[in-house]
C-alpha cells in the first residue's frame, strides 16, 4: 500500500494535498462539488476577531496565467465561525487547519484562544503576510522581529501544530522561516502572494480598487519553487509549498523542491476538485515508479548546487 500520509507535530494529514485559504470558504460550501474528504487538509479563509466586510470593488482581477486580489480580509469573525462553521466541519475526515489573521499581536493571540478548545480545530496557519490590509499584514510578515515576537506568542498558547504563512515579498524568505523557527513553528507555509499592479489603459484606472494587489496563479510558480528550495536549504521544519499548482507535476515538483505538502489555491476557482485529482495523480505517479511513501520525494531533485548561481545567499 502506498502511503500518502504526512504528520506534522502528530497530527496526521491523509493526503500531501490541501486547499489554500481563501480559496475554499470556510470547507463547507463545496460538499456538491467535490468530495472534500479525500483532500489532505482544509485551509479556512483568514479569520479576525471581528467581522470584517474587505476591500471596495473591484478586489479581483484576472492577469497572464495569474489573478491579482485584494479582498481584504473579509471574514465572518472567529465567533460566528465558531457558532455556525464549526458544526459543519466536525463531519470532515480530512484535517482543518484554521488560519488567522489580525491587525496586532494580542488580536493573533486572541483569536487563536478562541478556536483552541475545538477539537476539529487540528492546527492553524498564521497569516503575516496579506498584502491587502493597512494595520497587519505585510507590516508583519516584511519584519522578522515581529515574525519571531508573533510566533513565540502563539506557541505558548497552543499544542497544536502552528504554521506560520510567509510572504515572498522580502529580499530573503529563508531568514523569516528561521525566525519561525526558531520561536517553535512546526511548518511554515512557503508562500503567500506577490504584490502586483494592473491598470486599464481605457479608463487609466487601477484594475483593484486598492492599487495593488496579491498575485497568485501559474504566473507565480517558478518564484515560489525558488522560495521554496531556499527555505528547504535552511530550515529543518516541513514547508507547505503554494504557488500556482493546477496539477499533479506541479505538485511533485514543489516536493521535489523541498515542500513536505502542497496547496491548491487560485486553480480552485478553476476546478474545486483540483486538490482531489493532484492527490490522485501524485498517488498514481508514485505507483508508476515504485515509490512506497510520497515523502520518498520530499527534496529529492538530484543535486546541481556547484551550479547555482545564487549560491552565496542561500
Ligand atoms: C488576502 C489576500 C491575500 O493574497 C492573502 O494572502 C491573504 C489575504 C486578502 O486580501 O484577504
Known amino acids: 500500500m502506498m502511503n500518502e500520509t504526512f504528520t506534522i507535530a502528530?497530527?496526521?494529514?491523509?493526503?500531501?494535498?490541501?486547499?489554500?485559504?481563501?480559496?475554499?470558504?470556510?470547507?463547507?460550501?463545496?460538499?456538491?462539488?467535490?468530495?472534500?474528504?479525500?483532500?489532505?487538509?482544509?485551509?479556512?479563509?483568514s479569520l479576525s476577531m471581528k467581522p470584517r466586510d474587505g476591500n471596495p470593488a473591484p478586489r479581483i482581477a484576472e492577469t497572464a496565467s495569474g489573478m491579482l486580489n485584494s479582498i481584504g480580509l473579509a471574514n465572518i469573525g472567529v465567533q460566528k465561525f465558531i457558532d455556525e462553521k464549526i458544526p459543519k466541519l466536525s463531519s470532515f475526515a480530512s484535517t482543518v487547519i484554521a488560519n488567522i489573521a489580525a491587525s496586532s499581536v494580542e488580536e493573533y493571540c486572541a483569536v487563536l484562544e478562541a478556536l483552541d478548545p475545538f477539537k476539529v480545530v487540528a492546527g492553524?496557519?498564521?497569516?503575516?503576510?496579506?498584502?491587502?490590509?493597512?494595520?497587519?499584514?505585510?507590516?508583519?510578515?516584511t519584519d522578522k522581529v515581529k515574525v519571531a515576537l508573533i510566533t513565540r506568542e502563539l506557541r505558548r498558547r497552543t499544542k497544536k501544530p502552528l504554521i506560520i504563512k510567509l510572504t515572498p515579498n522580502v529580499t530573503h524568505i529563508s531568514e523569516f522561516a528561521l525566525a519561525a523557527e526558531s520561536e517553535g513553528?512546526?511548518?511554515?507555509?512557503?508562500?503567500?502572494?506577490?504584490?502586483?499592479?494592473?491598470?486599464?489603459?481605457?479608463?487609466?484606472?487601477t484594475r483593484i480598487s486598492t492599487i495593488t494587489g496579491g498575485l497568485s496563479g501559474p504566473a507565480i510558480k517558478p518564484i515560489a519553487i525558488a522560495k521554496v528550495y531556499e527555505v528547504y536549504r535552511a530550515v529543518q521544519i516541513p514547508i507547505i509549498g503554494i504557488g500556482g499548482i493546477t496539477s499533479w507535476e506541479d505538485a511533485v515538483e514543489f516536493l521535489l523542491a523541498g515542500a513536505s505538502a502542497v496547496q491548491i489555491g487560485t486553480y480552485n476557482f478553476v476546478d474545486p476538485s483540483a486538490g482531489v485529482k493532484v492527490a490522485e495523480g501524485i498517488k498514481l505517479f508514485c505507483e508508476k515508479q515504485s515509490i512506497g511513501n510520497v515523502g520518498e520525494l520530499v527534496g529529492a531533485m538530484e543535486a546541481q548546487r556547484s551550479l547555482?548561481?545564487?549560491e552565496s545567499w542561500l
Do not use: H, Q
Open 10 to 45: 502528530g497530527v496526521t494529514f491523509r493526503n500531501r494535498v490541501l486547499v489554500a485559504s481563501g480559496t475554499f470558504g470556510y470547507g463547507d460550501e463545496v460538499p456538491e462539488l467535490v468530495d472534500a474528504d479525500k483532500l489532505g487538509g482544509i485551509v479556512t479563509k
Open 124 to 141: 492553524f496557519e498564521i497569516n503575516v503576510s496579506c498584502p491587502n490590509v493597512k494595520e497587519g499584514g505585510l507590516s508583519f510578515g
Open 185 to 205: 513553528a512546526d511548518a511554515v507555509s512557503v508562500i503567500n502572494t506577490l504584490i502586483g499592479m494592473a491598470i486599464d489603459i481605457r479608463t487609466r484606472k
Open 308 to 310: 547555482s548561481v545564487i
